[in-house]
Structures are given as structure tokens and as C-alpha cells.
């Protein structure tokens, strides 16, 4: 299973990190270890923190974990709890945070999980397999409405209108039950000449498996945490993979970056209104044409990384 997941900008992610033999590092996205074997090789004398929601990557990841160290934790958990559950073991400051927001590689491939629109399965795509809502239960429960919603907000689909329509529609019939049922219904609501540049019903699936799994809504409570937990001198990497969330990182970095509008140009800005933290990229780090070529689903990834200096 670990051999099918290729971490994406794992060299660029680990060196942002500026790891040292002791660092007490957390990785808030585990899937199947990639990123946390790598952290885990570099701080012998340090611990690794783990979060995941995924029994199965667990189970995967504490196996690949073992063969290095013993120096880690799992924590089965949702990031969004990441320092009630850090407190919990009396940690209150760290000297690294990395999350990894893509769906790993086998939850894509793994067809039951329904995370896929080119294979056919059960619609789910839960991260967290005890979570109550489904994409079924999206697909078949929701109004027109809300459905248009989430295809607009999530997906930024330009027929989301008309796609939640035909879903609607459908449902009048029967219920939806299968992936494949529902990239059909999408296929009828999307004019022929925009189906030859991407698949149609990618950004629908992105929006669908988004609401699911909340990923927006706790992004932000997630990324102020990980921002209070840090110590002077740490960093927080985000690697992200489509525009929302990528939005996001980067508006609450450049808020914690700016210097008071009340200071700004002045020539000596007293040390208490100068920021707390600072860009270590100005711009976002993106793979190489080489780990493209590996690689294509790193394609849409984007790394930014911020340092507390105060």
C-alpha cells in the first residue's frame, strides 16, 4: 500500500521544515507516511506527532514508522482538535508543523473508497470511515440549492446550476448509488465542447468529497492553532491542491506577515508593531518539471512555509 503513495514535494517540504536531530515535529496529514518517515529519519534524539482519521493508513503507517524509530505518536484524530489533542499529552510548543491536504494516492485507487470518478463504487469518499455523512447522502439529500451551492463554492463549476438540477432530477427516479451513475448524470448536464479539456466531473467530486470531510471548515481553526503552537525560529509548511485552499493559506499568512497599517513606511518601526512572523517563500513552491513527470497528480500542488520570528 505505502509503495503506491508518492509524497508530493516531499524534498521541498522537509527542508522547509529545517529539521534538527531534536526537533518535535508534527506532521497533521500521516496518509501513508511518506512525509512522517522522512521527519522521523531526521530527528533521532526529537518526537514526531501524527494526525490521520484513517484506520487503514494508520495501520499502514505505524508498520513504515516502526522500522525507523519509536519516537512518534498517532493520533487518530481530525487536525482541527490539533492542540486540544497535543495539550492532552502536555505538548504547548513545537518547532514544526507540515500539513499535506491532498487525498492520498490509495484512498484515490482504493475504488470502494468512491474518492474516484474513473472508477466505479459506492459513493463515500470519508476520510474518516466513522464520519455519518456520506457522498451518498450529499447526492441524494440535499436540495437544489444546497447542491449548487457546494458545486459553485467548492468545485467553482461553471454548470454547477445545471449539474444540481440533473442530479435532482435523476433522484425523482431513483437513488444515485455509484460513482459511475453519477459522472453519467453529470456528462448530460455538461455541454459536449467543455467536456474535451479536463474531465467534467472533477470539481464536482472535489466539492462533494469538501463537504464531506469539512476540509475547509476546519482548515482555518487548524492552521491559527498550528500557528499559536509554534516556537521562535519554527515553521508551518501547508502544501495544498486546488485554489480554496491555497486562498486560504495564503490570506492568513499574509495576515500574520503584515506589519500595523498605522507603522507601515515609517523608518524605524518600534520591535512590538513589527509581525510575529515572516515568509520563508514569498512566492508558493511548486514541483519540479521532473516530479511532474513522476508524478502527475502533484500537478496542482502548491507549498507555502511561514517562520515565527517573535
Not at 508530493?8 to 536531530?21: A, H, P, Y
Not at 514508522?65 to 482541527?80: A, E, P
Not at 440549492?145 to 425523482?172: C, H, M, P, W
Not at 472535489?206 to 481553526?221: F, K, S
Request: with cysteine.
Amino acid at each position: 500500500m505505502t509503495e503506491k503513495h508518492v509524497s508530493v514535494l516531499l524534498k521541498e517540504s522537509i527542508s522547509s521544515l529545517n529539521l534538527k536531530e531534536n526537533s518535535i515535529i508534527v506532521d497533521c496529514t500521516l496518509g501513508y507516511g511518506g512525509h512522517s518517515s522522512n521527519i522521523l529519519e531526521r530527528i533521532r534524539k526529537g518526537f514526531l506527532f501524527a494526525f490521520d482519521q484513517d484506520s487503514e493508513a494508520i495501520r499502514h503507517s505505524t508498520n513504515r514508522l516502526q522500522q525507523i524509530g519509536t519516537n512518534f505518536t498517532i493520533i487518530k484524530s481530525n487536525f482541527v482538535h490539533l492542540q486540544e489533542e497535543l495539550a492532552k499529552r502536555n505538548v504547548h510548543e513545537v518547532d514544526g508543523i507540515l500539513f499535506d491536504l491532498g487525498v492520498s494516492s490509495p484512498q484515490l485507487d482504493e475504488k470502494e473508497r468512491g474518492f474516484s470518478y474513473h472508477e466505479d463504487a459506492k459513493l463515500d469518499m470519508r476520510m474518516d470511515k466513522d464520519l455519518p455523512i456520506s457522498a451518498y447522502d450529499v447526492v441524494n439529500n440535499y436540495s437544489k440549492e444546497e447542491l449548487t451551492r457546494i458545486f459553485q463554492k467548492y468545485g467553482e463549476d461553471r454548470f454547477a446550476s445545471n449539474i444540481a438540477k440533473k442530479i435532482v432530477e435523476y433522484r425523482t427516479t431513483k437513488k444515485i448509488e455509484t460513482t459511475l451513475e453519477l459522472v453519467d448524470i453529470i456528462k448530460i448536464a455538461v455541454p459536449m465542447k467543455f467536456r474535451l479539456d479536463k474531465h467534467p466531473a472533477k470539481q464536482i467530486f472535489q466539492a462533494i468529497r469538501i463537504e464531506v470531510n469539512h476540509e475547509l471548515d476546519v482548515l482555518e481553526p487548524a492552521l491559527d492553532q498550528a500557528l499559536d503552537l509554534i516556537k521562535v525560529g519554527g515553521r508551518v509548511a501547508v502544501i495544498t491542491f486546488h485554489s480554496l485552499e491555497d486562498r486560504l493559506v495564503k490570506n492568513k499568512f499574509k495576515e500574520k506577515t503584515a506589519i500595523d497599517p498605522k507603522v507601515k513606511g515609517l523608518p524605524n518601526i518600534p520591535a512590538t508593531y513589527l509581525p510575529d512572523f515572516k515568509l520563508v517563500n514569498t512566492k508558493a513552491i511548486i514541483p519540479s518539471p521532473e516530479e511532474l513527470t513522476s508524478n502527475p497528480r502533484a500537478r496542482s500542488a502548491k507549498l507555502r512555509v511561514i517562520e515565527r520570528i517573535k
